[in-house]
């Protein structure tokens, strides 16, 4: 393989882990050229849409035109924050490699100290997450959440700038890509371990077509089969309870002593 394509949504948090997975495969195959291709997803010019009952437009909102660049040979590869992928994918296409896992947690960044415990009663908390909003009503109820939407940086500026917002939730591991020089002066970042997180959170997907022996033999080389082995087992829960990237499901897995532990939450509708 000369040249390798990699489709990415164009958001800057998309694009540095395009960059991982770009720097990862040369890693690996040194002789390999990658090229980064930008799609715009559903997503990404819906920004009226509600990412918490995002209804039948749910289903693929972040990953449709990837998929169909994809079908296209527009791409040889599609980068997904494994969060965001349907656990079913369309006929022909498949997962090639998931490489290792970042951090998965969840942080809370907030104008008070101390985190969840630490906000004033009442306080308001923005997230675009059904399953975030049901955590935090089970961890401190009576907590008011606001919906938010824009790319991470976006959502920081909102949250420095409105003076109704007292925090924002956001994966760690997105945070982490991007740097947290980002965060504005003022706002404290802290890590909240009691909050589990979405199915896949902190991994990345790396969707290819079934049978381009050529592309899935390249991504061979940067699979990490521990990640992989929690995050299928993640995902299944998913599965099995019906449920879309919007469920308000938590579940992480973990190996110990070579078998997948999974631990989950399951909601109902938010108060």
Do not use: W
């Not at 090229?35 to 009226?48: M, S, Y």
Request: net charge negative; aromatic share 2%.
């Amino acid at each position: 393989m000369k040249t390798l394509i990699i489709g990415t949504r164009g958001s800057a948090l998309a694009l540095a882990q395009a960059t991982i997975v770009s720097d990862l495969l040369i890693a690996k195959h040194p002789d390999l050229c990658v090229e980064r291709r930008i799609i715009k997803t559903i997503g990404d010019e819906r920004l009226d849409i509600d990412l918490t009952n995002p209804g039948d437009l749910g289903k693929g909102l972040f990953t449709k035109q990837l998929e169909d660049a994809l079908f296209s040979r527009e791409i040889d590869l599609a980068v997904h924050s494994l969060k965001d992928l349907p656990v079913e994918l369309p006929a022909g296409l498949v997962l090639g490699a998931i490489p290792e896992r970042a951090d998965f947690a969840d942080v809370l960044v907030s104008k008070h100290a101390g985190g969840i415990a630490g906000l004033p009663a009442g306080a308001t908390v923005a997230t675009s997450s059904h399953r975030r909003e049901c955590l935090l009503e089970y961890l401190r109820p009576g907590l008011r959440t606001s919906a938010i939407r824009g790319n991470v940086p976006t959502r920081l500026k909102k949250l420095a700038e409105d003076p109704a917002l007292d925090a924002l939730v956001l994966a760690k591991a997105g945070l982490d890509r991007l740097g947290h020089h980002i965060v504005p002066d003022g706002l404290l970042v802290t890590v909240e371990t009691g909050m589990l997180p979405a199915p896949g959170q902190g991994a990345l997907g790396l969707e290819c077509r079934e049978g381009d022996e050529e592309t899935l033999h390249v991504l061979e080389a940067i699979h990490h089969e521990d990640t992989a082995r929690c995050v299928h087992a993640e995902r299944a829960l998913l599965l099995a309870l019906g449920g879309g990237c919007a469920s308000p499901v938590a579940a992480h897995a973990t190996l110990i002593n070579n078998k997948v532990v999974l631990r989950s939450m399951i909601f109902g509708e938010a108060s």
